[in-house]
C-alpha cells in the first residue's frame, strides 16, 4: 500500500463517527412519543445516542454525551452538575443512569466502551479536531466498571483519540493527529507505550491517513472492528474500509473504486451480514462491495475477498431517519 493515502479516521474533523462524542454539560430531558412505534433500535446520533422506533421520527430519548459499544450492548455518559461529575451507565430502555461512579478529574469526553461494558476509556480532550495543531500530550484513563475503579491512567505524547480495546483489554486503539495527517496507534496500557499499529501484512509500512469515517461496525465475536471511510475528492481512492484485528493487534485496508465515496449528497453504508461480512453500498445505492473481514486474522500479503454486485435503488429512508441529529442504527433492542 506504499505510495497511496490510506484515508483512514477522520470523522474528528467534525467531530462525529467511531465512537467517541461531545460531553454535555447535563443530560438532557427525554424526548418520547406516547407510544413507541414498532421495534426499538439504539442508535448513533451526530452528537450521542439515544433510542428511536422504526415508525417514528420522534426519539424516545437522546443523550449527546453518551457513547455505546459497537454492539449495542452498553452504553456510558458523562454527567455533570455543580455536585461533582459522574461517569453514568445508562439504561437504553429509559435513558437513564443505573449505575455512577465520581469522574476522575481532567475525564473529559469518552473514547470508547468495550463490548458488554467491562471498561470504557476516556481522555482529558474533547471529541474531534478543532485546533489547527495537534496538542503535545494526551492523558488517557480506563476504567473498570465491574471493579468501579479507575484502572489506568496514562500520560501519553501526540494527540490521541481512543478508538476501541483490544479483546483482552490490555490495548487500546487510538487516532494520533498529526496536523496534516493521522495514524492508528497501539496503545499497551501496562507500559504506556504507544506506537503505530502494524499491518496484516509484515512488510508493509503504516502510511499517513486522510479522510471522513461513515460508520464502524464489530463482528458478532468482537474481534474485528470495520470502519468504512470516504474521501469523495480523490478519484483513485474515494473510499476503504479499514479493519482492526482486535485479538491479533494489526491492520488491513480494503479500497473500494467510485461509485464508492464518489456522491458527495449521500454517505455511502456499511453493515455486518449475517455471514459476518462487511456490505458496503454505494452512496447512489448502484453498487454494492462484500468484504469478507474475517480473513483478515490470517497474517499475509494476499488480499481480502471482496465481491462486488450491482446495486438497486435506494429504499425511502425510515421514520426515524428523519429525526434530527440521526446518524445510524447501532443495534436493535432485545
Known sequence: MTGRTILCA?????GAGCGSH???TSAPPATRPPVPIGPRLLAQFDHGVGVVSQGSADPLWTDPAAVAALDGSAVFSIQRSPA???????????GTAV????L???????????????????TDREAGYSAPEPRPSTKLFVFDAVDGRMTYQLDL???????????????????????????????????????????RDKAVEREDMHGNAVRGVLSRDHTLLATLYRNPGDDDEPAF???????????????LPAPFGS????????????????????????????????????????????????????????????????????????
Not at 84 to 94: M, N, W
Not at 294 to 308: L, M, Q, R
Open 84 to 94: 461533582g461529575d459522574q461517569l453514568a451507565r445508562i439504561d437504553p430502555d429509559t
Open 22 to 24: 461531545v460531553a454535555s
Open 99 to 102: 449505575s455512577s461512579w465520581p
Open 263 to 334: 456522491d458527495a449528497e449521500h454517505a455511502d453504508r456499511i453493515e455486518l451480514t449475517p455471514a459476518g461480512t462487511a456490505l458496503v453500498t454505494a452512496g447512489d445505492g448502484s453498487r454494492v462491495a462484500d468484504i469478507h473481514i474475517e480473513e483478515v486474522h490470517e497474517p499475509g500479503d494476499t488480499p481480502v475477498t471482496i465481491e462486488y454486485r450491482d446495486g438497486t435503488t435506494v429504499a425511502g429512508a425510515p421514520a426515524y431517519g428523519r429525526a434530527p441529529g440521526f446518524a445510524s442504527v447501532i443495534a436493535p433492542l432485545r
Open 241 to 255: 474500509v479499514h479493519i482492526l484485528d482486535l485479538r491479533n493487534g494489526w491492520a488491513y485496508c480494503a479500497d
Open 157 to 199: 505524547s501526540g494527540d490521541l483519540r481512543p478508538e476501541a480495546f483490544s479483546v483482552d483489554g490490555s490495548l487500546v486503539f487510538a487516532l494520533d493527529y498529526r496536523g496534516d495527517h493521522y495514524r492508528v496507534e497501539t496503545i499497551e496500557l501496562a507500559t504506556s507505550m504507544h506506537y503505530d499499529t502494524a499491518s
Open 10 to 14: 477522520i470523522a474528528l474533523l467534525v
Open 104 to 122: 476522575t478529574a481532567g475525564a473529559a469526553s469518552i473514547g470508547a466502551v468495550a463490548p458488554g461494558g467491562r471498561w470504557v476509556v476516556l
